[in-house]
């Protein structure tokens, strides 16, 4: 129990000292030497908390000491000073920072929900994980750090919000595949994992949220960053706790023009994640005028590049492919 209090109140003085030589900027320079000491323990600390959480190969981790961990990290806003530092770390101990930000968000009750109150508090701590995508060698530290505070049903809710959403979806398009594709993993967690927060806030912000989604990231020339997209939205639709807004997205010709338009890609992946959301149009009972005309217009196009699709090893694709085929061929204004 000493190891943890000693280990969080040295740390805690030794940030606060590398901030305070931060802006000293003359008394750092007569003191250089100091400070790189100061560093290399900085590094030690935080390898000791990480050891407190996950143990190692002679011994498994203290409940008890994981515990008071926990509650003296958030109530000294130890946090922060770990998130504002970590380009301070090396990148041994930003890796270690990393793994003891995520596992304090993995920890059972009543830490995880000390976890959650912390979080609420200090939401501007989301912002700086969320810029972080846009320092290449901070961004998969953050990256990570984010997706494990998502956890939290108040920080999905705050990421969810447009202004905190625009910023996730330029990250998406940066040229960087990891960090794209990190930024991709996010957007997958914060659409699916608090299905009544989601549904909440995508009917709230349906119409923002639908047009930066179709225009860039289903109209992406980057096909990771497509097929992705394409296979979560079919998720999202799917879902029945967001029945509210599929009905209202299958009802837009719009979003039916880009659907089809993606059945044509020279990708069969993104052609079967494609169909299994055109079918929600299709399928609909409700479906308006406008859709109609467009299907029935298309019909022969639509048949032919349907019949082309052949793959004999999923079954329920191929049932579903021939009950879109049939209604499509039934179908009149």
Request: net charge neutral; charged share 25%; aromatic share 10%.
């Amino acid at each position: 129990m000493g190891l943890v209090s000693s280990a969080l109140g040295n740390w805690r003085w030794k940030w606060e000292n590398e901030a305070y030589a931060q802006w000293s900027t003359g008394r750092r320079r007569r003191r250089a030497g100091r400070a790189e000491d100061t560093k290399d323990e900085l590094n030690s600390l935080v390898k000791e908390l990480k050891l407190i959480l996950y143990g190692d190969d002679d011994s498994e981790p203290c409940e008890q000491a994981c515990a008071q961990l926990t509650e003296e990290f958030f109530r000294e806003d130890t946090m922060r000073l770990l998130i504002i530092f970590l380009p301070k770390l090396n990148l041994e101990a930003r890796k270690d920072a990393t793994q003891v930000v995520a596992s304090l968000q993995r920890q059972p009750l009543p830490s995880r929900f000390q976890a959650s109150k912390y979080l609420e508090s200090n939401l501007d701590l989301v912002d700086i994980l969320i810029s972080g995508y846009a320092d290449p060698l901070l961004a998969l530290h953050y990256g990570r750090m984010l997706k494990e505070c998502l956890r939290h049903q108040v920080v999905a809710s705050y990421i969810l919000e447009p202004i905190q959403l625009k910023k996730l979806f330029g990250y998406i398009q940066l040229p960087s595949f990891d960090i794209s594709a990190d930024v991709a993993d996010v957007f997958k967690d914060l659409l699916t994992r608090h299905k009544s927060t989601v549904s909440e806030s995508l009917s709230k912000n349906y119409s923002w949220f639908f047009t930066e989604y179709n225009e860039k990231l289903l109209k992406s020339s980057n096909y990771i960053t497509k097929r992705q997209a394409v296979k979560l939205l079919g998720s999202i639709l799917l879902d029945r706790s967001n029945s509210a807004f599929m009905r209202r997205y299958v009802s837009s010709k719009d979003n039916l023009i880009i659907l089809m338009n993606l059945l044509r890609d020279t990708s069969r992946s993104i052609q079967i994640d494609a169909f299994h959301v055109f079918k929600l149009f299709v399928a609909n009972e409700e479906k308006p005028i406008e859709i109609v005309s467009i299907l029935i217009t298309n019909r022969n196009k639509l048949l032919r590049l349907l019949g082309a699709f052949v793959y004999t090893d999923d079954q329920v694709f191929e049932t579903d492919k021939d009950q879109v085929i049939n209604e499509l061929t039934l179908l009149e204004i």
